[in-house]
């Protein structure tokens, strides 16, 4: 009897426990893209690219992912910046961008200050005005910025650097792509991904720690839209989006097909 009347206690306390667990907060993924911006088809296909993503992110349990056009003027961003756990900024002169409108910056700013984490690819790097690279280093990590910036169509191997858990399941892996190279990064970000150009090898893939807290990841490959067919780069952009969110990502790397 004693022992029908611990199982049944067992059951209800863990039944209990059960709402709590199911009632969990999803993190709330926000992908923006933007319009083709006049380069050739089949490259900077932002939108194109943030579906596929957003096709990754939802298989992930607690992730709940929002798609969102930001082409100018933007007037909800503000609004839909401040619900956002987690932004991925895959658009055309992102830095730029960022900077060209005060409420749009402060809103960014924000989102670190509660620790939201912050993921950004390609053009969404990049900046011809160099007034506009420290605040996006601040936020992002790295900056492809400036009159100096440089960038180049190489096929290469990929090279993971040392262990990291966005690095789970990756090995070195060919790509071809227009990489950006000598970025300008904070002094406290982790390499992640290295590339030989010119004989040197280069850091484009990074994940940065900020000092205010929250999380920060960066990839300047996929000007190529076909390169999202690649595994390797869908596994390493959705697990760095799942790190700046502070999602566990499995020992072996996400499953990716």
């Known amino acids: 009897m004693r022992v029908l009347c611990w199982l049944f ?44 993503l957003k096709r990754e992110l939802d298989k992930i349990p607690g992730i709940d992912v929002t798609l969102a056009n930001a082409d100018d003027p933007w007037r909800d961003g503000p609004e839909l910046l401040a619900k956002a756990d987690g932004v991925v900024l895959f ?10 409108n005060p409420e749009r910056l402060a809103a960014f700013q924000a ?26 280093v601040d936020l992002f990590g790295g900056c492809h910025g400036g009159p100096d910036r440089k960038y180049q169509i190489v096929s290469t191997d990929a090279r993971p650097v040392g262990k990291h858990p966005i690095l789970n399941g990756l090995a070195d892996f060919k790509a071809r792509d227009e990489f950006y190279y000598t970025l300008k990064f904070a002094k406290t970000k982790t390499p992640l991904l290295n590339v030989t150009i010119d004989g040197e090898a280069h850091t484009v893939a990074w994940a940065l720690e900020r000092a205010g807290g929250g999380r920060s990841f960066g990839f300047s490959g996929l000007h190529f ?14 697990q760095g989006v799942l ?15």
């Open 225 to 238: 839209h076909e390169n999202w067919q690649s595994a390797d780069y869908r596994r390493l952009v959705t």
């Open 111 to 136: 989102c670190a200050k509660r620790k939201a984490g912050l993921a950004v690819l390609h053009w969404g790097m990049g900046t011809k005005d160099a007034k506009n690279i420290q605040p996006f």
């Open 9 to 52: 206690l067992l059951a209800a306390s863990s039944s209990l426990l059960l709402p709590m667990h199911a009632g969990t907060p999803k993190k709330r993924v926000l992908l923006l893209w933007q319009k083709p911006d006049g380069h050739p088809k089949d490259t900077h296909e932002y939108e194109l690219g943030q579906r596929i």
């Open 91 to 100: 658009v055309s002169e992102g830095a730029k961008w960022l900077n060209s």
């Open 243 to 257: 790190w700046t969110v502070d999602m566990a990502i499995p020992k072996d790397g996400i499953a990716v097909k």
